[in-house]
């Protein structure tokens, strides 16, 4: 996804890396899920840049416990085993920390998920700012199991614990003039390396979506993953997740809520208005500007996938963009 980087050390493996290694590492990385954590650590230190000491990432997870695991709603399943959680809390894409997405998970280590706290704003009735844990007491949780397409063309499968959007919204009631709403990260560059390092992105990370689309019933404020509560990865404590949508809309890290009149900006369109629009809806049919969409690597087996139309969520959404 990224332009005009100064150094190529800062891009994206599959940006950078000529397809046949990638893949190569991609089959080596399907093999690990047979092989365990143990081998996968050892992989973390061949990349380890010097006097880093890697740890592994097992300890990045939390245990379930607390509210976790919570009851899956069986409505919301997909027909393909779940990704294997190591690797998908391996491989992220989160730029406040790193664009390496293999390092993630080690960068966000020291960051600090409590206290946080979330403030609804804007356009509504009853403006608030909540304690997250608060928040999450307050809301209908359950556990669903959703496809996530990325916009580079890997995908996983995902079981996100949460409540929807909807729940929150009508809590705070929008006014009539609510059209959209925006999301906002955190800005926190003494715990965040690459807000400090990557100057030349407009912090903080900021995302959006219509009235129609954060009413949806796909829409799904996260809390916790693989039955226990959000890795630092994943976006801990509060992430969106909307399926039908490539996965750069679903903001990690988030802030703020806002209810606004207008179409809100939004960090990839500011910054490749070219190859990332507002919409940014799950379409093979569409090619991004430099590859194809028609297709799509599941991470830990390395299979190739053909990509559906919204996802394949269109049942649920095609309504809304008619
Ligand atoms: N949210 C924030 N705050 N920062 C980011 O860099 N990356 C997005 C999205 N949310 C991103 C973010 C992208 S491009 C993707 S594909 C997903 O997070 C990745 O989520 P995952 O790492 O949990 O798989």
Redesign the pocket.
Same mark, same amino acid.
């Given at each position: !996804?990224l332009i005009k980087l100064p150094q190529i050390s800062q891009l994206p493996e599959r940006l950078v890396t000529p397809e046949a290694v990638y893949m190569n590492r991609r089959k080596f990385l399907k093999s690990l899920g047979t092989l365990g954590i143990g081998a996968w650590a050892l992989v973390n230190g061949c990349n380890t840049s010097a006097g880093e000491q890697w740890t592994d990432v097992s300890q990045s997870i939390p245990k379930p416990g607390g509210i976790y695991p919570l009851a899956r709603n069986a409505k919301y399943t997909v027909d393909r085993p779940l990704t294997n959680e190591i690797i998908?809390a391996s %491989?992220?894409?989160? %730029?406040?920390f790193t664009t390496d #997405?293999e390092r993630?998970w080690k960068l966000a280590e020291r960051f600090a998920t409590r206290p946080w706290q979330v403030e609804v704003a804007g356009e509504v009735a009853n403006p608030k700012t909540y304690d997250i844990d608060e928040l999450i007491k307050k809301m209908p949780l359950e556990e669903r199991v959703y496809r @996530?397409?990325? *916009?580079?063309a /890997?995908s !996983?499968i *995902?079981p996100w614990s949460g409540f929807p959007l909807s729940a929150l919204i009508k809590e705070v009631e929008p006014t009539s003039h609510a059209k959209y709403l925006r999301m906002v +990260? $955190?800005y926190r560059p003494a715990q965040a390396a690459?807000q400090k390092t990557q100057t030349w992105y407009p912090w903080?990370?900021y995302?959006g979506l219509t009235m129609a689309e954060a009413m949806n019933e796909l829409t799904l404020m996260v809390t916790g993953?693989y039955g226990h509560e959000l890795p630092k990865? @994943?976006?801990a404590p509060l992430?969106?997740a909307v399926p039908w949508k %490539? =996965? $750069?809309? +679903?903001? #990690? =890290?988030?802030v703020r809520i806002e209810f606004t009149r207008e179409q809100p900006k939004t $960090? /990839?369109n500011d910054l490749a208005p070219d190859e990332y629009d507002f919409r940014a809806n799950v379409n093979p049919k569409v090619p991004h500007p430099r590859w194809s969409q028609a297709r799509e690597r599941l991470i830990d087996t390395g299979e190739l996938i053909p990509t559906l139309l919204y996802n394949g969520y269109g049942e649920y959404v095609a309504g809304m963009y008619r």
């Open positions: !996804m998908a %491989y992220n894409n989160y %730029y406040e #997405k993630v @996530h397409r990325c *916009v580079e /890997w !996983m *995902v +990260s $955190f690459g903080p990370y995302e993953v990865q @994943h976006g992430r969106l %490539y =996965g $750069f809309k +679903s903001i #990690k =890290g988030i $960090f /990839w």
